[in-house]
Nanobody, 116 residues
């Protein structure tokens, strides 16, 4: 069983930055596919960024390209999301997701609120 704990969410003014972290209970060197999603009330959860192939490939939603950066720290068993130039439309609950042994695992989410 993989446990994921997100942190780093909070309130920030538009144009500001936040860094989200997702700590894994297992060694992430065995995990090739890690991602961040977000969800707002009444909407489906959407992919924000993912880091694949043990860190060699990254993909981003068009809405966050050039502003967000996903990275992984194998030594700390963590995947991070650096969010810059935040906009009010980035307000959401952000979730960490990994795929381990063919099963999706999710964190509990962390709220990000961007005030304009």
């Amino acid at each position: 069983q993989v446990q994921l704990v997100e942190s780093g969410g909070g309130w920030v003014q538009a144009g500001g930055s936040l860094r989200l972290s997702c700590a894994s209970s297992i060694n992430i060197q065995s995990i090739s596919n890690m991602a961040w999603y977000r969800q707002t009330p009444g909407k489906q959860r959407e992919l924000v960024a993912r880091i694949l192939d043990y860190g060699t490939t990254t993909n981003y939603a068009d809405s966050v390209k050039g502003r967000f950066t996903i990275s992984r720290d194998n030594a700390a068993n963590r995947v991070d999301l650096q969010m810059n130039s935040l906009k009010s439309e980035d307000t959401a609950v952000y979730y960490c997701r990994v795929i381990f042994m063919g099963t999706l695992h999710w964190g509990q989410g962390t709220q990000v609120t961007v005030s304009s």
